[in-house]
């Protein structure tokens, strides 16, 4: 069974530009969901899509924000990028939050604002 | 405000022997309760979980304990090997709708395990 992919690995960008990160579900996962974790910082809940729907948010700034497509795959989309937003980003996946099951994490997406 | 703390940056270990990974957290809220171990330039790796109905869950090497009313969690490993030299994270979330904590997994700050010969 494949995991969940993100694609790209590493992204470098210019301060004020746009990233486009995504990620594909385990098959068979509703749920997708978007974390960073910044250098020296635990990992922080950003988005939660489930069934194309934008479920929950973490506390980041609108210029944060995502989709979710009708096979479930998923993209974020960072705005007008600070270097603060340097950055592993990871997606994961789960069957829906309505029972107990586990969020199977992706390897990430390191993006670099120079 | 951190709703989960691991108290402990580090663990070192000798192979053979028992890891214990501690966990505590503060949101009432929480029922589920999950441990993921990370390497280095990869995502984290699913452990094992433990609902609130239960104190105990096992898997092969690792064992989860859950105390409610300590608001603690701790993971067993025995025996410990080499290859679980990592860094662990507990993560928590609540079980029903509403709240802002919903659907989304709450970490501690992680422990990284080095297991030793």
């Known amino acids: 069974e494949a995991g969940v992919t993100q694609s790209p690995t590493h992204l470098i960008k210019t301060r004020g530009q746009q990233a486009t990160l995504r990620c594909s579900p385990i098959?068979?996962?509703?749920?997708v969901y978007w974390y960073q974790q910044a250098l020296g910082l635990g990992l922080q809940f950003l988005l939660w899509?489930?069934?194309?729907?934008?479920?929950n948010r973490g506390n980041f700034p609108p210029r944060f924000s995502g989709r979710q497509f009708p096979n479930y795959s998923s993209e974020l989309n960072v705005n007008a990028l600070e270097l603060e937003d340097s950055a592993l980003y990871l997606c994961?996946?789960?069957?829906?939050?309505?029972?107990?099951?586990?969020?199977?994490f992706g390897d990430g997406t390191r993006l670099s604002i120079l | 405000d951190q709703q989960v703390k691991q108290n402990s940056p580090s663990l070192r270990v000798q192979e053979g022997r028992i890891s214990i990974l501690n966990c505590d957290y503060t949101?009432?809220?929480?029922?589920?309760f999950l441990w993921y171990k990370k390497y280095p330039a990869e995502g984290p790796t699913f452990l094992i979980s433990i609902s609130s109905i239960k104190d105990k869950n096992e898997d092969g090497r690792f064992t989860v304990f859950l105390n409610k009313s300590a608001k603690h969690l701790s993971l067993h490993i025995v025996p410990s090997q080499p290859g679980d030299s990592a860094v662990y994270f507990c993560?928590?979330?609540?079980?029903?709708?509403?709240?802002?904590?919903?659907?989304?997994?709450?970490f501690g700050q992680g422990t990284i395990l080095t297991v030793h010969p």
């Open positions: 994961a996946s789960s069957v829906g939050v309505y029972s107990n099951q586990p969020q199977h």
């Open positions: 993560a928590a979330s609540p079980r029903y709708a509403g709240g802002t904590s919903y659907g989304k997994l709450t």
């Open positions: 899509y489930d069934e194309g729907e934008e479920r």
């Open positions: 098959s068979g996962h509703t749920s």
């Open positions: 949101n009432s809220m929480f029922d589920y």
